[in-house]
């Protein structure tokens, strides 16, 4: 990801190609019983298809940090940061931005604490993605002619804070007691009707 500082230098950021999916922001630790969201929550609020978030998934763009799915028939479970991810990545992917690049933009991103979080603003010309953390950065990158696309990350988090507080979640735990028995119950009910 190309760094545009205040003071006309470019940065470049080397993060490898295929990250490997972890915690979004180091310094942010999940609290017990966070809440998890089902594809379908995780793909609404990102605004994304179902088939867009398996293929993240499958590919390691993005994972499921709240559980991962186990076979045919589990569910996978997205976190709070999950999906802030995952809707950053659909508004990089609509200015243009290839996949590799949004890679790198996600490592680069997971490299920043939650505090630089809000003050970042990740702006594309279609091909590369470059950060800027104050208005002089933008100002500099676009009157370059570099910047065509900004995407005010504190804003899409407070879009998606909004998003999921209408959006059903699950409790990890609750949600794994009730798959068991659900599971149990089909397997009763085969062996009733065989």
């Not at 994972?63 to 589990?74: L, N």
């Not at 243009?96 to 594309?124: F, H, K, N, P, Y």
């Not at 950060?131 to 009157?143: G, H, I, K, M, R």
């Not at 899409?156 to 609750?174: I, T, Y």
Request: hydrophobic share 40%; glycine share 12%; net charge negative.
């Amino acid at each position: 990801m190309n760094a545009t500082r205040g003071d006309d230098r470019t940065e470049q950021s080397t993060v490898p190609a295929e990250p490997a999916q972890g915690v979004l922001f180091d310094d942010v630790v999940d609290t017990p019983g966070e809440l998890g969201y089902r594809g379908p929550a995780a793909c609404k609020a990102a605004g994304i298809t179902y088939r867009q978030l398996d293929y993240w998934a499958r590919t390691g763009l993005v994972e499921p940090s709240v559980r991962a799915a186990h076979g045919s028939g589990s569910q996978r479970l997205y976190g709070f940061r999950d999906i802030l991810v995952l809707k950053v990545v659909k508004r990089l992917l609509d200015t243009g931005v290839s996949l590799q690049q949004i890679r790198v933009a996600v490592g680069a991103l997971r490299e920043r604490g939650i505090d630089d979080l809000a003050g970042i603003t990740l702006m594309s010309d279609g091909a590369s993605v470059y950060e800027c953390t104050s208005a002089e950065d933008v100002f500099d990158l676009v009157q370059g002619g570099q910047g065509v696309f900004g995407i005010a990350v504190g804003r899409v988090w407070r879009e998606v804070e909004n998003d999921l507080s209408v959006l059903p979640g699950v409790d990890p735990a609750d949600d794994a007691a009730l798959a068991l028995q659900d599971e149990l119950a089909a397997r009763r009910r085969s062996r009733q009707a065989g």
